[in-house]
């Protein structure tokens, strides 16, 4: 009997302590949360490809396989972005000048399969978001992260121009899904409390 006792007494104060945590997180504004995506965009807003590195090989069992860059690139080609040769494997893809309009070398973070952060110097970009409006906001389910805050917003979008051929909408699905969404689909952004100040954090870090 005692044991239950001090057990429900420990999980009062524990949850007491919680509700007290809570407390002590003011609110965030929607002024205050606006800055913090409008920050996150700006590092994280580009719309890439994980094209990383060039030049750029599709073999034989790329084609069979239909991967990205077996769909993509001669797409690309026929647009004048890139250009290519064939190689014993099968066809190797370089940047033409055009191209290397669009391959931001700004330094990046992504997250990878397993949730881990990798950095990379350059990647083939086809659009940046910028902030519309912050909808809504809620707590994470985790009690633990309860300095915060899961931001949904919708966004204007500013795309390459040859994003409008019909081709390029084709193999680039989720870019043209997301240029027709302008002003209406939302997205997250994750902003954590820091020194008094909300700030874009990539979620997992």
């Given at each position: ?115 881990d952060a990798e950095e990379h110097v350059g990647d083939f970009c086809i659009a940046s978001l910028t902030l519309d ?22 966004y204007r979008i500013k795309a390459a121009d040859w994003m409008s051929d019909s081709g390029a909408r084709k193999v ?34």
């Amino acid at each position: 009997m005692n044991a239950i006792l001090r057990l429900s007494v420990g999980s009062v104060l524990a949850a007491a302590l919680t509700c007290v945590a809570h407390a002590s997180i003011a609110e965030p504004n929607q002024q205050e949360l606006s800055h913090a995506v409008t920050q996150f965009l700006v590092d994280h807003g580009d719309l890439c490809m994980a094209k990383y590195t060039w030049p750029r090989d599709v073999t034989q069992e790329d084609q069979q396989a239909q991967t990205n860059d077996a769909l993509q690139l001669p797409v690309l080609e026929r647009l004048g972005l890139v250009r290519s040769k064939d190689v014993p494997s099968g066809k190797r893809y370089w940047l033409t000048q055009k191209g290397q309009k669009y391959y931001s070398k700004k330094k990046r973070t992504t997250l990878g399969i397993h949730g881990d952060a990798e950095e990379h110097v350059g990647d083939f970009c086809i659009a940046s978001l910028t902030l519309d409006k912050v909808i809504k906001w809620t707590p994470p389910d985790d009690p633990k992260l309860q300095a915060e805050r899961i931001v949904s917003y919708t966004y204007r979008i500013k795309a390459a121009d040859w994003m409008s051929d019909s081709g390029a909408r084709k193999v680039f699905p989720i870019v043209d899904r997301i240029i027709r969404g302008e002003g209406k689909l939302q997205m997250t952004a994750t902003v954590q409390l820091q020194d008094g100040q909300w700030m874009p954090v990539l979620p997992g870090k």
